[in-house]
């Protein structure tokens, strides 16, 4: 019986694989900058129009609130305005996850320790940020992506890590720039490693459009889990 021999390679079928895989990765980059630019802009009309409005309100009702005499209308008063201030919060709290002007306006390290903080406070977990002393520069791109990597990685602490300490390291040696978020949890779920988390392949894409690298595995010491994001500058 004659045994046929395996058919090499076609060239053209590889070079056609390329350049599809090519075309997806350069569509896939314009449409996350669209969806960037679109929550930015979103952020601001929140901040613009609504925000504004609320603010211009509660001051309109403390005004108000000087001439009442009435107890029962003064109680009410007090309440609207504690619905206000409710508003506001919830209107402040829609602009920053949509858009944070801190890092347009301050840089990635303002934005992402700003992050840290209010979620250690949100979530009662011990959590630092380590950032470099000097402010370095980064495109807009590079910006958005450290800070999606912050979000994404104490997102995912949040929902499976059981930790009860994260680090958030922010490193910049002038040539490439490293962030890792580490927790002292119970470390990689199957659930985030899984190719259907969608949060972590938007991550990789975004890290592979800035010729970087992201990976997921265990802390230094074996224990936890660490996320890092490393792109060139």
């Known amino acids: 019986m004659k045994v046929s021999e395996p058919h090499p390679p076609d060239s053209g079928e590889d070079s056609q694989h390329a350049a599809r895989a090519a075309e997806l990765a350069e569509l896939l980059a314009h449409l996350t900058t669209c969806w960037d630019e679109e929550r930015r802009q ?12 609320m603010t211009a309100l509660t001051m309109h009702l403390a005004l ?18 504690q619905l206000l201030n409710n508003i506001i919060e919830t209107n402040r709290k829609m602009q920053l996850a949509l ?24 979530h009662g977990i011990k959590a630092r940020a380590s950032m470099p002393d000097d402010d370095p520069d980064y495109t807009r791109a590079q910006g958005v992506a450290l800070l999606r990597c912050a979000e994404e990685g104490l997102r995912n602490v949040a929902r499976h890590a059981h930790a009860t300490t994260v680090d958030v390291i922010l ?25 259907t988390c969608h949060g972590l392949r938007m991550l990789r894409e975004r890290a592979r ?4 690298t ?11 889990t660490a996320l890092t994001l490393v792109f060139p500058k």
């Open 42 to 53: 979103l952020a601001r009309r929140l901040h613009d129009s609504l925000g504004s409005s």
């Open 64 to 81: 108000l609130s000087q001439h009442l005499q009435e107890q029962p209308q003064r109680d009410r008063a007090a309440q609207m305005k």
């Open 99 to 122: 858009w944070n002007d801190k890092l347009e306006f301050l840089g990635p390290k303002a934005a992402i320790a700003e992050l840290v903080q209010e979620w250690s406070r949100e």
């Open 171 to 195: 490193d910049d040696d002038g040539d490439q720039a490293m962030l890792t978020i580490r927790d002292d949890g119970v470390g990689p779920s199957a659930d985030v490693a899984s190719p």
């Open 209 to 212: 459009v800035l010729q970087g």
């Open 214 to 224: 992201l990976t997921l595995g265990p802390g230094p010491d074996g224990k936890g």
